[in-house]
């Protein structure tokens, strides 16, 4: 697959996650107002060749016509490959898949707005998350709005070149930086949808489970005791053993209702147990003991984990200047299969040893490559169409089944996305095995919700047919086998080797379904010494690196009061799937949700190694943009983001703000006096009105945007309203109910929100005479046998 890039930081990483499916990806380089560090240009663009001689528009048309997808970022009113006429916005390469990520989409009053990571973090909600209650919103470290952007690019163009081989022609995608970020929220949007309220900051306190960052005797630990109810008891017979669980073991406390109304208390008890021991042996007890607890770990730290190095996580850079082994960098999200068709789960180490028919993943990459715009390809050709598509459709996934075997936050995000495509998605559940998010009342959002409308469940599930089994019978087994034998997707979310004790290992699911695709999403993947741990996605970020980064300046880690981790490796997950029905074939694939979260470090490990290590000094700084912050403006807790990218930009700013700098002051000289700055900043931006200041600096063309909060982003914002982005569906119980809408944008072939999410067991009839041919009498004896339940 060939792939032109031309990014700016908004999509780096969608080139990124293609060079990691072993893309052939030629970049385009653009100018910068600051030039990227050089952890940063090794972590982005390693296995690239890269055109650096100006590029005029007839070569570039070149390009485009040699490449298969073409991934284009920036303001909207500097893409060159995008026309806007009479209103309509087209591809200048209407062969090709051209992806396009803008800050706020090609199309909406706000298309020709700015943003880097902060201001788009800010208009999408996640700003709003982080901090602390009092302080400035805070979004999370490491550039994740556009990381996630990037995702969402790399998503679009493996759909594109889907639907190109079911209808023979390329299209436009568009993917807006903003919608990215509002779609991954968990719950900052759809509380309000459901309940009227939305949360806000807390610190690091998880508003619907009892999880967060606590202070060990040397460090910290993330952790809690939701979930199952064997979360509870389990740490409270911790606890009792040691000593420790003070009046925890009074019957009140069993009661999840009570303990949770006295959830203060609890965690006061549980941090005075955490805080007598090392971080490491809390998370080595608890991995012990199946509970979801991990040591907060940094960048520095972040190789020498085994769980990582073991399974052949990371990647080596070679470059000029750089040590001969090269310099260690995070890895890719998932592993690609070998090209010779043969399947396995096992990872490739550093020195190539593997385990039986492994995945593949690069162990090495070299620094960006000079590359002439006359021949930068290193392949011979473009992949073209490819031989045995399904023939036209009006969604890129119509006509694929994909059985979902998951649970709770990644693995039904990653179906809903699938299914907003095209594929129908069989969901399994029961009542037997109660997903939290249909049967705890805390994450119903709603206090008279039920299992069957509560706001988190509705969301996240949109589109599916449930089917009820109870898969602690050996005839809700047997009807799983045959489902499974009907499905040419596969996702699961279970701990390792649970499949294959209920007979569905990948290769008896192989037997059933030649050219079946699974994804299996267990914590931290299907091997490796911590194969067996329990993670939540709290854990998964405290592992990754990422919790470390939340800690403001000579204060404890903070931690995400939402599950980004989830969502993260849920775009993994529909990244796998679809790479795998582009290439046309199946395929098991071993997708550990820690390597996806850890993989969204960015350059943190290079810079580690390098030498690079941020130098921040308060929350929300950059290291090439001054000012570059959260200011308040008028109102209760309201707030504006801005980022000045350039020289100019300030000059403009200062004047229009009368700010006491000199207006011919270069980045190293606000650098010097940012403190004085962002003080008068705040002075003027307080008195103003928010919406009208961002209006009047994206006029100065300065990125700035109110923090929005959940009720703003459903009820405020003109430009989600204009984009139609919070559909309406008719849930049978809820009536008429908003939807987080499709991020992926596809002009050819659009995809929908088709349907409510369903009650449970809804369509098990239907399903099950339609697809394996049960009558009723079959589908009475299942009952009577408790299979359908």
Request: glycine share 10%; hydrophobic share 45%.
């Given at each position: 697959?060939?792939?032109?890039?031309?990014?700016?930081?908004?999509?780096?990483?969608?080139?990124?996650?293609?060079?990691?499916?072993?893309?052939?990806?030629?970049?385009?380089?653009?100018?910068?107002?600051?030039?990227?560090?050089?952890?940063?240009?090794?972590?982005?663009?390693?296995g690239k060749?890269?055109?650096s001689?100006?590029?005029?528009?007839?070569?570039?048309d070149?390009?485009?016509?040699?490449?298969?997808?073409?991934?284009?970022?920036?303001?909207?009113?500097?893409?060159?490959?995008?026309?806007?006429?009479?209103?309509?916005?087209?591809?200048?390469?209407?062969?090709?898949?051209?992806?396009?990520?803008?800050?706020?989409?090609t199309?909406?009053?706000?298309?020709?707005?700015?943003?880097?990571?902060?201001?788009?973090?800010?208009?999408?909600?996640?700003?709003?998350?982080?901090?602390?209650?009092g302080?400035?919103?805070?979004?999370?470290p490491?550039?994740?709005?556009?990381?996630?952007?990037?995702?969402?690019?790399?998503?679009?163009?493996?759909?594109?070149?889907?639907?190109?081989?079911?209808?023979?022609?390329?299209?436009?995608?568009?993917?807006?930086?903003?919608?990215?970020v509002?779609?991954?929220?968990?719950?900052?949007?759809?509380?309000?949808?459901?309940?009227?309220?939305?949360?806000?900051?807390?610190?690091?306190?998880?508003?619907?489970?009892?999880?967060?960052?606590?202070?060990?005797?040397?460090?910290?630990?993330?952790?809690?005791?939701?979930?199952s109810?064997?979360?509870?008891?389990?740490?409270?017979?911790w606890?009792?053993?040691?000593?420790?669980?003070?009046?925890?073991?009074?019957?009140?406390?069993?009661?999840?209702v009570?303990?949770?109304?006295?959830?203060?208390?609890?965690?006061?008890?549980?941090?005075?147990?955490?805080?007598?021991?090392?971080?490491?042996?809390?998370?080595?007890?608890?991995?012990?003991?199946?509970?979801?607890?991990a040591?907060?770990?940094?960048?520095?730290?972040?190789?020498?984990?085994?769980?990582l190095?073991?399974?052949?996580?990371?990647?080596?850079?070679?470059?000029?200047?750089?040590?001969?082994?090269?310099?260690?960098?995070?890895?890719?999200p998932?592993?690609?299969l070998?090209?010779?068709?043969?399947t396995?789960?096992?990872?490739?180490?550093?020195?190539?040893?593997?385990?039986?028919?492994?995945?593949?993943?690069?162990?090495?990459?070299?620094?960006?490559?000079?590359?002439?715009?006359?021949?930068?390809?290193?392949?011979?050709?473009?992949?073209?169409?490819?031989?045995?598509?399904?023939?036209?459709?009006?969604r890129?996934l119509?006509?694929?089944?994909?059985?979902?075997?998951?649970?709770?936050?990644a693995g039904?995000?990653?179906?809903?996305?699938?299914?907003?495509?095209?594929?129908?998605?069989?969901?399994?559940?029961?009542?037997?095995?109660?997903?939290?998010?249909?049967?705890?009342?805390?994450?119903?959002?709603?206090?008279d919700?039920?299992?069957?409308?509560?706001?988190?469940?509705?969301?996240?599930n949109?589109?599916?047919?449930?089917v009820?089994?109870?898969?602690?019978?050996?005839?809700?087994l047997?009807?799983?086998?045959?489902l499974?034998?009907?499905?040419?997707v596969?996702?699961?979310n279970?701990?390792?080797?649970?499949?294959?004790?209920?007979?569905?290992?990948?290769?008896?699911?192989?037997?059933?379904?030649?050219?079946?695709?699974?994804?299996s999403?267990?914590?931290v993947?299907?091997?490796?010494?911590?194969?067996?741990?329990?993670?939540?996605?709290?854990?998964?970020a405290?592992?990754?690196?990422?919790?470390?980064?939340?800690?403001d300046?000579?204060?404890?880690?903070?931690?995400?009061?939402?599950?980004?981790?989830?969502?993260?490796?849920?775009n993994?997950?529909?990244?796998?799937?679809?790479?795998?029905?582009?290439?046309?074939r199946?395929?098991?694939?071993?997708?550990?949700?820690?390597?996806?979260?850890a993989a969204?470090?960015?350059?943190?490990?290079?810079?580690?190694?390098?030498?690079?290590?941020?130098?921040?000094?308060?929350?929300?700084?950059?290291?090439?943009?001054?000012?570059?912050?959260?200011?308040?403006v008028?109102?209760?807790?309201?707030?504006?983001?801005?980022a000045?990218?350039?020289?100019?930009?300030w000059?403009?700013?200062?004047?229009?703000?009368?700010?006491?700098?000199?207006?011919?002051?270069?980045?190293?000289e606000?650098?010097?006096?940012?403190?004085?700055?962002?003080?008068?900043?705040?002075?003027?931006?307080?008195?103003?009105?928010?919406?009208?200041?961002?209006?009047?600096?994206?006029?100065?063309?300065?990125?700035?945007?109110?923090?929005?909060?959940?009720?703003?982003?459903?009820?405020?914002?003109?430009?989600?309203?204009?984009?139609?982005?919070y559909?309406?569906?008719?849930?049978?119980?809820?009536?008429?109910?908003?939807?987080?809408?499709?991020?992926?944008?596809?002009?050819?072939?659009?995809?929908?929100?088709?349907?409510?999410?369903?009650?449970?067991?809804?369509?098990?009839?239907?399903?099950?005479?339609?697809?394996?041919?049960?009558?009723?009498?079959?589908?009475?004896?299942?009952?009577?046998?408790?299979?359908?339940?």
């Amino acid at each position: 697959m060939r792939v032109l890039d031309l990014t700016d930081d908004l999509a780096f990483n969608g080139a990124r996650l293609l060079v990691g499916l072993g893309a052939d990806v030629v970049r385009v380089e653009r100018p910068r107002s600051a030039p990227l560090s050089r952890a940063e240009a090794l972590h982005w663009h390693a296995g690239k060749r890269v055109v650096s001689a100006p590029v005029d528009p007839d070569a570039l048309d070149r390009l485009a016509g040699q490449a298969d997808v073409i991934m284009e970022s920036g303001p909207f009113g500097e893409l060159r490959g995008v026309r806007a006429d009479s209103g309509a916005v087209t591809s200048r390469w209407p062969r090709a898949v051209h992806v396009v990520v803008t800050p706020f989409g090609t199309t909406g009053p706000r298309r020709d707005w700015r943003a880097d990571d902060l201001v788009a973090t800010a208009a999408g909600g996640m700003a709003w998350l982080g901090g602390k209650p009092g302080g400035p919103p805070k979004p999370p470290p490491r550039e994740q709005a556009t990381q996630l952007a990037g995702a969402h690019a790399a998503i679009a163009a493996l759909l594109g070149l889907i639907a190109r081989d079911r209808m023979g022609q390329g299209q436009l995608i568009d993917v807006s930086a903003q919608e990215a970020v509002a779609a991954t929220l968990e719950t900052g949007a759809i509380a309000w949808i459901h309940a009227g309220r939305y949360p806000s900051r807390t610190g690091g306190v998880y508003e619907h489970v009892a999880h967060r960052v606590f202070r060990a005797a040397d460090g910290h630990v993330a952790g809690g005791y939701s979930g199952s109810d064997r979360m509870w008891t389990d740490l409270l017979a911790w606890m009792a053993e040691c000593g420790e669980a003070e009046d925890l073991t009074e019957e009140k406390w069993s009661d999840p209702v009570f303990r949770w109304r006295g959830r203060e208390h609890v965690d006061e008890v549980v941090a005075r147990f955490v805080a007598r021991r090392s971080a490491a042996s809390l998370a080595e007890e608890g991995r012990a003991r199946a509970l979801p607890w991990a040591e907060v770990s940094t960048a520095t730290s972040l190789p020498g984990n085994p769980q990582l190095a073991e399974r052949g996580f990371f990647v080596r850079v070679l470059g000029a200047g750089l040590p001969e082994e090269g310099v260690t960098d995070v890895g890719f999200p998932l592993a690609r299969l070998p090209e010779d068709g043969a399947t396995g789960i096992a990872a490739v180490s550093e020195d190539g040893a593997t385990g039986v028919a492994a995945l593949r993943r690069p162990v090495r990459l070299t620094e960006p490559l000079p590359a002439a715009a006359e021949a930068p390809w290193r392949s011979e050709r473009p992949r073209g169409r490819r031989d045995g598509a399904r023939g036209p459709g009006a969604r890129p996934l119509d006509g694929i089944r994909v059985l979902d075997l998951t649970w709770v936050l990644a693995g039904p995000y990653a179906t809903k996305t699938l299914a907003e495509h095209g594929a129908d998605i069989i969901k399994i559940e029961s009542r037997h095995r109660r997903d939290p998010t249909r049967f705890a009342p805390s994450m119903r959002l709603r206090p008279d919700a039920g299992i069957d409308d509560g706001g988190y469940f509705v969301n996240f599930n949109r589109g599916k047919r449930s089917v009820a089994l109870n898969l602690r019978t050996e005839p809700g087994l047997e009807v799983l086998r045959r489902l499974a034998a009907e499905c040419d997707v596969v996702i699961e979310n279970f701990s390792p080797g649970v499949l294959a004790r209920w007979g569905l290992s990948y290769d008896r699911l192989a037997e059933l379904r030649p050219g079946v695709i699974l994804v299996s999403m267990a914590g931290v993947g299907q091997s490796g010494p911590w194969r067996n741990a329990v993670t939540f996605a709290d854990t998964l970020a405290a592992m990754s690196g990422l919790t470390s980064e939340t800690a403001d300046p000579g204060q404890a880690p903070e931690g995400l009061t939402f599950g980004l981790g989830d969502m993260v490796a849920a775009n993994s997950a529909v990244l796998a799937v679809l790479d795998l029905v582009a290439a046309g074939r199946g395929g098991h694939v071993d997708l550990s949700q820690l390597e996806a979260m850890a993989a969204s470090m960015g350059p943190a490990v290079l810079e580690a190694e390098l030498g690079e290590h941020r130098a921040v000094t308060r929350p929300n700084r950059h290291p090439r943009m001054v000012p570059h912050g959260v200011y308040p403006v008028r109102g209760d807790d309201r707030w504006i983001a801005l980022a000045v990218q350039g020289d100019e930009e300030w000059r403009r700013l200062a004047a229009h703000a009368g700010l006491p700098q000199p207006a011919s002051a270069d980045l190293e000289e606000r650098r010097r006096h940012e403190d004085e700055i962002d003080a008068a900043l705040a002075a003027w931006c307080s008195e103003r009105d928010g919406e009208a200041l961002a209006a009047e600096l994206q006029g100065l063309g300065v990125a700035a945007a109110v923090v929005a909060t959940g009720r703003d982003l459903v009820e405020a914002d003109e430009h989600l309203a204009a984009r139609g982005f919070y559909p309406v569906l008719e849930h049978p119980l809820i009536g008429p109910v908003r939807h987080e809408g499709i991020v992926v944008r596809m002009s050819g072939t659009p995809g929908a929100l088709t349907a409510p999410a369903p009650l449970l067991g809804e369509h098990t009839d239907r399903v099950l005479k339609d697809l394996l041919d049960l009558n009723d009498e079959e589908l009475a004896r299942l009952r009577d046998a408790g299979a359908l339940e």
